[in-house]
Every structure is written in structure tokens, then in C-alpha cells.
């Protein structure tokens, strides 16, 4: 079992930055990649940015590349998010997730995952 932590959310204004964090622990081992995924009420979750664990690969939805920026610190076993140029659309649920993608891909295919409880990230105009 992994458990997630997540930190960071909040409200800002459009062009503003917020910084979301997301800590595991448990059996960190049992996973290849990290990242972050979005959801607004009645759509579809929307992969916002992955980064492969073993050789820091990372991955971006087209609508944040360019303004967003994963990065993680393996010895915290924690990976951040670094929104800058915030949009109104980036208002969303924000979820970490962590384990074991098939493929290296994005979104990633998973055998397994493990999801934490969210933190609401909202940017008014």
C-alpha cells in the first residue's frame, strides 16, 4: 500500500502561481511513475503532468506545457507541481497518483494506482 498526502492548493487569480506538493509513504517502492490528474464536475478526469520515477522522465497535458512543471525530490519521496500563468480553466479538483504504468506513456496505463484525497485548485478572473 502507498498513501498520498497532498498540499499546496488554494485560490488565485488569473496569471497567478501555486505550488502543489504530494508526498508518499508506505510501499514506495512498488511503483514506476507520479503525477497529476484534474477533475471538474461532469467531465472527464484530464491528465495534467507525470514524471517517470527511475530516470525523471516527465510528461504534460497540452493545455498546461509551458506553464506547468513537475519535478520530484526521491529522497522525499514527494513530486511537485509548479502552476504558474494561471487560467480560470485550471480550476479543478487536483489529484496525485502514484504506481505502476505498463507502458512508459502518458496518460499512463496502469496496472495498479494509488490516488490521493485531492486538494481544489481555483483561479478566478
Known amino acids: 500500500q502507498v498513501h498520498l498526502v497532498e498540499s499546496g492548493g488554494g485560490s488565485v487569480q488569473a496569471g497567478g502561481s501555486l505550488r502543489l506538493s504530494c508526498a508518499a509513504s508506505?510501499?514506495?517502492?512498488?511503483?514506476?511513475?507520479m503525477g497529476w490528474f484534474r477533475q471538474v464536475p461532469g467531465r472527464e478526469r484530464e491528465g495534467v503532468a507525470l514524471?517517470?520515477?527511475?530516470?525523471?522522465?516527465?510528461y504534460y497535458g497540452d493545455s498546461v506545457k509551458g506553464r506547468f512543471t513537475i519535478s520530484q525530490d526521491k529522497a522525499k519521496n514527494t513530486v511537485y507541481l509548479q502552476m504558474n500563468s494561471l487560467k480560470p480553466e485550471d480550476t479543478a479538483m487536483y489529484y496525485c497518483?502514484?504506481?505502476?504504468?505498463?507502458?512508459?506513456?502518458?496518460?499512463?496505463?496502469?496496472?495498479?494506482?494509488?490516488w490521493g484525497q485531492g486538494t481544489q485548485v481555483t483561479v478566478s478572473s
Open positions: 497518483a502514484t504506481g505502476w504504468s505498463t507502458v512508459v506513456t502518458f496518460p499512463p496505463r496502469w496496472q495498479y494506482a494509488y
Open positions: 508506505g510501499n514506495t517502492y512498488l511503483r514506476n511513475c
Open positions: 514524471i517517470y520515477t527511475g530516470d525523471g522522465g516527465t
